[in-house]
Nanobody, 121 residues
Framework: QARLVESGGGLVQPGGSLRLSCAASGSISRINRMGWFRQAPGKQRELVATITSGSWINYGDSVKGRFTISRDNAKNTVYLQMNSLKPEDTAVYYC???????????????WGQGTQVTVAS
């Protein structure tokens, strides 16, 4: 079993920046994909960004050019640098990872508890 712990959310003014972190711990043989999703009130959860173990990156259309995802494989950690934040970026941000535990040859999908990001003046 593994777990994901997010940090870095909070309140920021429009145009500001925040950096989210998500650390994976537990029984981890390897992590295939890590990423971020978000869910605003009354809306479906949507893709923010994902990054594979080979550093192939995919961004949601609404964040391209403003957000940057990166990962530190040695620390089993993924980061999301969010710049030029807008009120519509307000949501709960969830970390997601496809983790292969020791003794398995397949990955399991894990989610963090979520961290609130609020963009408001």
């Amino acid at each position: 079993q593994a777990r994901l712990v997010e940090s870095g959310g909070g309140l920021v003014q429009p145009g500001g920046s925040l950096r989210l972190s998500c650390a994976a711990s537990g029984s981890i043989s390897r992590i295939n994909r890590m990423g971020w999703f978000r869910q605003a009130p009354g809306k479906q959860r949507e893709l923010v960004a994902t990054i594979t173990s080979g550093s192939w990156i995919n961004y949601g259309d609404s964040v391209k050019g403003r957000f940057t995802i990166s990962r530190d494989n040695a620390k089993n950690t993924v980061y999301l640098q969010m710049n030029s934040l807008k009120p519509e970026d307000t949501a709960v941000y969830y970390c997601n990872a496809d983790i292969v535990s020791y003794g398995n040859n397949y990955g399991d999908d894990y989610w963090g508890q979520g961290t609130q990001v609020t963009v408001a003046s």
